[in-house]
């Protein structure tokens, strides 16, 4: 293929990556908790001075390396301390590994795989999710898969493309001064059962340059490690073992499940393409056996087998992990997307191959699940309301509105073309069409319409409340956080924040005769729990079911100073 088609390509993917990531990226109030913790971090790190230490409302933060806060704190630098700018890092680098992906597959397999799976890894929930929150996933999603595809290149490719092999080693660094370990984890659990199973071992230590990539990982990746230890000692060392060892073990912050919870994960997270996922396997595992053991071009059947064995370990890793999250398997998405593709590809040109009508209608089923479940969620969302007004008070006096209905609709509809389309032989490409418009609509939708509405009424009003508390309160003054534990009130507040859960009333109350004044904010239904030497207090402003009280009702909010107005919901 010429370079202008290739042209035309990246400019379609970086349009579209650019409207799914970027648009409205920074409309939404910070989410609790890893977003307002991130987001918090790194605004410390601005005000603070302090560049190797993180810390979280103003006490040291262990959880993570400082990489992705260097990076948002450049952000805020460039665009001022807020939602976009803690977001603007993830955003970037998934953009950045979509053009990746495509410059990958196009170079062992052609414009038409590259755009095909590029296309396959941008449109999905879980990559667009992933990349529109302040965490460290994007990053590492992106400097694992850079050191993954260094490796491929640097085994297989011949002259200079052998000197990829260095990114291995560099992304693998990158990635561990990320999200720690599991940086260099993803990429071992990739690399290792491909080089056992084809014994290509000995091929690896003449080609990979271990040694050396050794040294380079480690000038990387340790530096801000020891600097840490030398800082902390046994203070970092215990909570860095809690954060590794600890998450793998124990589940952290109720984040557990069994070990089936990344099974719907994967399937709606990377719906629609995840329908291919279980032939493409089957396919990947049945052309390695039966190609020769010893080709060395890359676009072998052997990629799709490192593919695979790379989404297998990892989906197997966090699903023995006791702490689950969502995000946690973002990972494999990329190895998930060269196995749809290359299964795709071959539907398209071989109308007998296997699993193609199971694959469509698996597709189908995960869609119309999807789409009903859309569809009834104003029912669902009744069903469920007093467990959601725990959480949101405002949940009892509002309600989704039609966004997910109609979200739902759009899939309906869209599965039902794929499978239109998708049996005949002369039409199959239309489905791939249907099927991508169809998660594109859903997701503009929310992009546009649910989640403005549900940050309007679920997520800024307390920290609408939060921001204007700390524009009045002084040095010597406190903001106490009543039953709303949440991290973002103190990148709101940008101040301390001393939070105080239900039932923990005493330590409250030794806060409250302190010198100067105290704000609470808090749930409205938790005021008759508050001591009784702050029953008194009045409310000075109040927000979709939070409210700010303070001993001295001084509120001063000048013109051009208060805290925005929420957006009115689409």
Not at 92 to 114: D, K, P
Not at 477 to 490: F, N, Q
Request: glycine share 10%; hydrophobic share 55%; net charge positive.
């Amino acid at each position: 293929m010429t370079i202008r088609p290739r042209l035309a390509h990246l400019a379609l993917l970086l349009a579209l990556a650019c409207l799914f990531l970027f648009v409205g990226l920074g409309d939404l109030g910070l989410t609790d908790r890893d977003e307002g913790s991130n987001a918090e971090a790194a605004r410390e790190m601005v005000e603070t001075g302090n560049w190797i230490s993180p810390t979280l409302n103003y006490e040291p933060r262990f959880a993570k390396p400082a990489l992705v806060y260097w990076l948002m704190s450049g952000a805020y630098r460039t665009f001022g301390v807020g939602e976009f700018g803690a977001r603007f890092p993830s955003a970037v680098f998934g953009v950045a590994l979509v053009l990746l992906h495509y410059w990958f597959l196009t170079r062992l397999r052609g414009a038409q795989a590259g755009l095909l799976g590029a296309l396959m890894l941008l449109l999905n929930v879980e990559m667009v999710a992933i990349g529109r929150l302040a965490l460290t996933d994007s990053v590492l999603i992106f400097f694992t898969t850079l050191a993954l595809y260094g490796f491929w290149l640097g085994i297989f490719g011949e002259g200079r493309e052998r000197h990829a092999i260095w990114l291995l080693y560099v992304g693998a660094a990158l990635a561990t001064l990320t999200k720690g370990p599991v940086g260099v984890l993803v990429p071992l659990l990739a690399i290792a059962p491909y080089l056992t199973i084809t014994r290509r071992w000995g091929q690896f230590w003449q080609r990979g340059q271990p040694i050396a990539g050794l040294v380079v990982f480690l000038l990387l990746a340790v530096p801000w490690y020891a600097a840490m230890l030398a800082i902390h000692g046994s203070q970092y060392t215990a909570s860095a073992q809690a954060n590794t060892i600890g998450r793998f073990l124990t589940a952290i912050g109720g984040h557990g499940g069994t070990v089936l919870f990344y099974i719907p994960i994967l399937f709606f997270g990377f719906f629609p393409w995840s329908g291919f996922l279980p032939a493409a396997l089957f396919a990947a595992w049945r052309d390695w056996r039966a190609a020769p053991l010893a080709p060395r071009l890359p676009s072998s059947p052997e990629l799709d087998l490192f593919a695979a064995l790379w989404l297998i370990a990892v989906f197997l890793f966090f699903s023995l992990s006791a702490t689950r999250l969502p995000h946690y398997i973002g990972p494999l998405l990329p190895a998930a997307a060269i196995l749809s593709a290359s299964y795709w590809q071959r539907c398209l040109t071989d109308a007998a191959t296997p699993g193609l009508r199971a694959s469509l209608r698996l597709l189908m089923g995960l869609g119309y699940v999807l789409g009903f479940l859309l569809a009834a969620s104003p029912i669902l969302y009744a069903r469920f309301l007093d467990q959601i007004a725990r959480e949101f008070p405002m949940a009892t006096q509002t309600d989704l509105g039609l966004g997910p209905p109609v979200a739902g609709v759009i899939l309906l509809i869209g599965v039902g073309l794929v499978w239109h389309f998708g049996r005949s032989e002369e039409r199959r490409a239309g489905a791939f069409l249907a099927a991508g418009a169809s998660i594109a609509g859903l997701m503009l939708v929310a992009i546009v319409i649910v989640l403005p509405r549900f940050s309007h009424y679920f997520i800024k009003p307390p920290q609408e409340l939060a921001y204007a508390a700390g524009f009045n309160l002084g040095p010597q003054d406190r903001l106490i956080a009543y039953g709303t534990p949440k991290p973002s009130l103190v990148f709101y507040a940008k101040r301390k924040v001393i939070m105080i859960k239900p039932g923990e009333e005493e330590r409250m109350r030794a806060h409250l005769g302190q010198p100067g004044r105290t704000m609470i904010l808090l749930p409205a239904r938790l005021r008759p729990q508050v001591p009784a030497d702050a029953a008194t207090y009045p409310v000075i402003l109040q927000r979709f079911g939070y409210v700010l009280l303070a001993s001295e009702p001084i509120f001063n909010l000048p013109a051009g100073t208060a805290a925005p107005a929420a957006a009115a919901p689409h």
